[in-house]
């Protein structure tokens, strides 16, 4: 009776033993207990943009699951630009399972991009396979961009009940250049450079609008991309034309097309 128990018992302690021993050579270190798995809230990792004129910082928020005790969370930068970023300090209180960080930047120039990492290494503080990401990458820029006029913004390449809106034009006196913020997607700007004449000259020869082109069953193709073509300005009914070929990479395109901007009204002289 003895030898029968001892043969169901030794295979299933064999097996853990085998199981042990594998996720050791996989190199797979279990986390601790007593880790506060700490960690950045999502959708963070991007680019910023901040205006000149405030606070030269950005705010992280940041997680923890092991909510006993008040902490203070090393927090590590990586950067290819020295001197430009500090970091406050990440403190939880007992208790508290979020607080805020900030990325301090006082030194950045206007209308230049920087990028860091922030991370939390330390096995304390942060979990190798814990709920969120330990760190975040992102890019910042100051920018001095200001609103010179309002209008209307036409494109024939949307459907008629979305293809006119209003749309605002800013000017950036450090680049010498116009922007229209956002236009057809959160975060895709397009800009250019004009001479207050008819010289209108865009500043890239392609651009993504940041649209997604879907097939028929809703799937995503791609982003809609324009590749400039020409554009000018006609003093006589203040509109900016734009033409581009607008294409999918990889599924053709609508063929070229002219975006136009009607100023309603200039709201100052950059001349």
């Known amino acids: 009776m003895m030898m029968k128990l001892l043969s169901r018992y030794i295979p ?17 270190v279990p986390d601790s207990d007593a880790c506060y798995d700490v960690y950045f809230a999502g959708g963070q990792s991007r680019d910023y943009e901040v205006d000149e004129s405030g606070e030269a910082s950005l705010t992280f928020t940041v997680k923890r699951t092991n909510i006993r005790g008040a902490i203070t969370v090393p927090v590590k930068i990586e950067t290819g630009e020295r001197g430009i970023f500090a970091l406050s300090t990440l403190r939880f209180a007992d208790g508290e399972g979020t607080a805020t960080m900030s990325v301090l930047f006082d030194e950045a120039k206007v209308q ?7 991370s939390i290494e330390d096995p304390l503080y942060a979990k190798t396979y814990g709920r969120g990401d330990t760190s975040v ?47 057809f997607e959160d975060g895709y700007h397009v800009c250019f450079k004009w001479d207050g004449g ?47 070929d607008y294409v999918v ?14 100023v309603s009204r200039w709201y100052q002289n950059v001349f």
């Open 198 to 244: 008819l010289n209108v000259v865009l500043t890239e020869e392609s651009y993504d609008t940041g649209m997604n082109y879907n097939d028929e069953s809703g799937n995503s193709l791609g982003h809609i991309t324009g590749d400039a073509v020409s554009a000018a300005y006609d003093p006589s009914v203040d509109v900016f034309s734009f033409t581009y």
């Open 137 to 183: 990458e992102f890019s910042v820029v100051r920018e001095d961009y200001r609103r010179c006029a309002s209008g209307v913004f036409y494109s024939p390449m949307l459907q008629s009940s979305y293809s006119i809106w209003e749309q605002d034009l800013e000017y950036s006196e450090t680049l010498d250049t116009y922007r229209f913020a956002s236009l």
């Open 112 to 118: 230049q991009k920087y990028s860091a990492r922030i």
């Open 249 to 262: 990479e990889g599924y053709g395109g609508f063929g070229e097309l002219t975006d136009q901007y009607m």
């Open 12 to 28: 299933a302690a064999f097996l853990a033993c085998m199981s042990l021993a594998c996720s050791r050579e996989d190199g797979l």
